[in-house]
Nanobody, 127 residues
Framework: QVQLVESGGGLVQAGGSLRLSCAASGRTFSMYGMGWFRQAPGKEREFVAAITRSGGRTYYADSVKGRFTISRDNAKSTVYLQMNSLKPEDTAVYYC????????????????????WGQGTQVTVSS
């Protein structure tokens, strides 16, 4: 049974930083790309960032490029999302997810290409 557990969310002022973590179990972590998505109230879930299984390639939504950094530690089966220069519009529940295909050489930004999801962690940015 694959499990993903996010942590690190919270309340922060605009301009501040947070680091999200997602610990995975139940699957050979290094075989799969990982992604972060977010969903704000009343909005659809949207892609935030993705990373290939080796960590060699990363992808970002335009709205977070230059502010967020995705990384992974395959020895710890954990993926991270470092969020800097946070804005009120970054307020959302953040989810990590695993790519449904092993050994993909490029990441996908499509939510339906991810098969396991964490429970989400709330990030609130105050103005």
């Amino acid at each position: 049974q694959v499990q993903l557990v996010e942590s690190g969310g919270g309340l922060v002022q605009a301009g501040g930083s947070l680091r999200l973590s997602c610990a995975a179990s139940g699957r050979t972590f290094s075989m799969y790309g990982m992604g972060w998505f977010r969903q704000a109230p009343g909005k659809e879930r949207e892609f935030v960032a993705a990373i290939t299984r080796s960590g060699g390639r990363t992808y970002y939504a335009d709205s977070v490029k230059g502010r967020f950094t995705i990384s992974r530690d395959n020895a710890k089966s954990t993926v991270y999302l470092q969020m800097n220069s946070l804005k009120p519009e970054d307020t959302a529940v953040y989810y990590c997810a695993t790519d449904r295909r092993a050994f993909r050489t490029v990441s996908t930004t499509a939510a339906n290409e991810y098969d396991y999801w964490g429970q989400g962690t709330q990030v609130t940015v105050s103005s």
